[in-house]
């Protein structure tokens, strides 16, 4: 799920270090704080109907690592979110992605 919503634990925490510095210059606002997604607003009607595919264009050798270790993908992807306000406003982008679990995966071969 890093391509679409969720994050590490050690990026949700350094997110929380991120908004504590900046809080006193910015004061209260609200942020979604998720890992760099790669798909763009025309994915999203693709991402509904054939996930694999769309995620096969921007990550060609994940089928195979998936295939590896018996995953799947998601077969349908119905919201994508975006965390670029947060790296705009607090400065924060999430240092894991989904490229970063690929490169371990092709690491364990």
Do not use: N, Q
Request: aromatic fraction near 12%; include cysteine; charge should be negative.
């Amino acid at each position: 799920e890093l391509l679409f919503r969720r994050l590490t634990v050690e990026d949700a925490a350094e997110a929380h270090v991120a908004a504590l510095e900046t809080a006193p210059l910015l004061g209260f606002d609200t942020f979604i704080i998720s890992a760099p997604t790669p798909f763009r607003p025309l994915d999203c009607a693709e991402l509904i109907a054939d996930a694999p595919s769309v995620v096969a264009r921007y990550f060609p050798d994940y089928p195979g690592l998936y295939a590896r270790k018996g995953w799947t993908m998601f077969s349908s992807i119905d919201r994508v979110y975006d965390p670029s306000r947060a790296g705009e406003r607090l400065g924060f982008v999430c240092k894991t992605s989904f490229a970063d679990v690929l490169a371990a995966l092709e690491a364990e071969a």
